[in-house]
């Protein structure tokens, strides 16, 4: 496959966030007034694929989007990001997704979604693009969309040469025999613990970085190359299974305003890098570096960097 005819898959999920940036949160039952109201195109599948094109990747999304105002205007924005649209279901009986988002001053997010028509991605509706999905370069799938689909593409991609990563975002319980077709898995840390109790793997002990690193190797036991673990402001860990190796990357440092899709930003450059033949670490550093810059401009799509930008901040790497 020459350069020109790799292209990035994202199979997943696409939302319209409604977001309110507030002084804090409010505890339950509390009403906290005095908040600004904005609206972005959301959804971690249609996030991660803006970040992938604007980092220089031909990308492909597909995901189930509702007839209304809301899914027009997703479908709109994807278009515009030159992002190939062909393969989006659009769905007459459910809504488009929606997420309702709280953010506070310091950036940090609490966030409820209505998955809507994304939750009725079937796996017959991925098994008629099989050819799409097999020949992929990387794909990336996240878990807002049904499990079973979610096995489904996996079995499909495992048939190809593709880079098969999971975001397991929003985590729920994943079989053993999604894993198995996984190369690069992606959670947080916070994801990667309770993963590792959902698989009933014996309670981890020690500092947090060793609960981390052993956590990993037990998952990687169903068959996971490469497990990279986000921990936000202090950069990312990634975990060779092949070479029972660890290699910490840092964080930026920088001013947060917004969390909000800082993660798929991670993710869907991730990707791009990698199918533009970069290998991990530098496609890890290169993510850690848009992921930085995201972090501070408000909304999720709104909010990625392109690609010019990544590498001007990408240069911050050889300076520490």
């Known amino acids: ?31 906290v007034t005095g908040g600004v109201f904005k609206q972005f195109l959301g959804g971690k599948g249609a996030n991660q694929a803006v970040a992938s094109a604007r980092s220089g990747s031909k990308t492909i999304f597909i995901g189930k989007i509702g007839t209304d105002a ?10 515009s990001e030159g992002i190939n649209i062909e393969h989006i279901i659009r769905d007459s009986s459910e809504l488009s997704g929606v997420a309702f988002i709280l953010i506070d001053k310091t950036g940090e997010n609490m966030i409820s979604v209505a998955p809507g028509a994304n939750f009725n991605l079937t796996p017959n509706d991925v098994k008629a693009n099989d050819e799409i999905i097999r020949n992929a370069n990387s794909l990336v799938v996240q878990m807002e969309i049904p499990s079973a689909t979610i096995e489904e593409i996996f079995k499909m991609a495992a048939q190809g040469n593709c880079i098969k990563i999971l975001n397991p975002a929003p985590l729920r319980p994943i079989t053993h025999s999604i894993l198995r077709n996984v190369d690069i898995l992606i959670p947080n840390e916070g994801e990667l613990l309770r993963l590792h109790s959902l698989l009933n793997f014996k309670d981890l002990k020690g500092e947090k970085k060793e609960r981390i690193i052993q956590a990993s ?35 930026l440092n920088v001013q947060t305003v917004d969390t909000v899709g800082a993660g798929d930003c991670f993710n869907g450059v ?33 909010s990625l960097p392109y690609l010019n930008e990544i590498k001007e901040q990408f240069k911050e790497y050889s300076r520490i």
Do not use: C, H
Not at 70 to 79: A, T
Not at 236 to 244: G, Q, R, T
């Open 270 to 302: 991730i990707a791009s890098m990698l199918n533009q033949g970069e290998n991990l670490i530098t496609s890890v550093k290169y993510a850690s570096a848009a992921a930085s810059i995201s972090v501070t401009r408000k909304g999720a799509q709104a």
């Open 1 to 31: 496959m020459s350069n020109l005819d790799r292209y990035v898959l994202i199979v997943g999920s696409s939302n319209m966030d409604l977001n309110i940036y507030s002084e804090r949160f409010p505890n339950p039952g509390e009403t």
């Open 217 to 251: 190797r037990d998952i990687s036991e169903y068959g996971v190359n490469i497990i990279i673990t986000t921990l936000g402001s202090k950069g990312s860990l990634i975990y060779d299974a092949k070479k029972d190796r660890i290699t910490d990357i840092p964080a």
């Open 70 to 79: 809301f899914g027009d205007q997703m479908i709109s924005q994807l278009k």
